[in-house]
T-cell receptor, first 111, second 113 residues
Framework: EPEVTQTPSHQVTQMGQEVILRCVPISNHLYFYWYRQILGQKVEFLVSFYNNEISEKSEIFDDQFSVERPDGSNFTLKIRSTKLEDSAMYFC?????????FGPGTRLLVL | KNQVEQSPQSLIILEGKNCTLQCNYTVSPFSNLRWYKQDTGRGPVSLTIMTFSENTKSNGRYTATLDADTKQSSLHITASQLSDSASYICVVSFNFGNEKLTFGTGTRLTIIP
């Protein structure tokens, strides 16, 4: 069964560094999403992406964040200058019809 | 502000027993309500999706109900198994098409032998 995959599974970075989180959505899906989950808290919507552009973004998704689909398969989330509070699990999801399928997540730790 | 509240926060039951998890939401306008299962350190997995016109939806031992008038939903798990131990998250969407999901805080369910 097709799955959403994410790399890396874990990333440790220094505050102020740039990180790129990668996702490969399920191939025939058209809508893509990034979510984050701070340890012990609920999942929070970051951004949705459709037709090669951002459809909607939350207040969390500020100028430090960007997304792109560089090659028609990968879907990336870039954090330009990481802060301590960016430490979280980041989930990518892709959607067909009503169902969103989540990847296994990337655990980001900012030191 | 759109909110999704769940109760109880955590629940421990014996293997084989049934349980019911509750969800209240204030999301408006409402598109659909989903229940997800999230194992520790993993991404959420969809269990059920209901639109405002549906009252109940089943997926194996999972049965979700929805009362759109009172903005309440429940997830009933029958004959629980050890593998049911996970967080169960109520998620409400208020967009149509490109869906922005609002997640509840989840109920942490533990099944003990």
């Amino acid at each position: 069964e097709p799955e959403v995959t994410q790399t890396p599974s874990h990333q440790v970075t220094q505050m102020g560094q740039e990180v790129i989180l990668r996702c490969v959505p399920i191939s025939n899906h058209l809508y893509f999403y990034w979510y984050r989950q701070i340890l012990g808290q609920k999942v929070e919507f970051l951004v949705s992406f459709y037709n090669n552009e951002i459809s909607e973004k939350s207040e969390i998704f500020d100028d430090q964040f960007s997304v792109e689909r560089p090659d028609g398969s990968n879907f990336t989330l870039k954090i330009r200058s990481t802060k301590l509070e960016d430490s979280a699990m980041y989930f990518c999801a892709s959607q067909v019809e009503e169902t969103q399928y989540f990847g296994p997540g990337t655990r980001l730790l900012v030191l | 502000k759109n909110q999704v509240e769940q109760s109880p926060q955590s629940l421990i039951i014996l293997e084989g027993k049934n349980c019911t998890l509750q969800c209240n939401y204030t999301v408006s306008p409402f598109s659909n309500l989903r229940w997800y299962k999230q194992d520790t350190g993993r991404g959420p997995v969809s269990l059920t999706i209901m639109t405002f016109s549906e009252n109940t939806k089943s997926n194996g031992r999972y049965t979700a109900t929805l009362d759109a008038d009172t903005k309440q939903s429940s997830l009933h798990i029958t004959a629980s198994q050890l593998s049911d131990s996970a967080s169960y998250i109520c998620v409400v969407s208020f967009n149509f098409g490109n869906e922005k999901l609002t997640f509840g805080t989840g109920t942490r369910l533990t099944i003990i032998p």
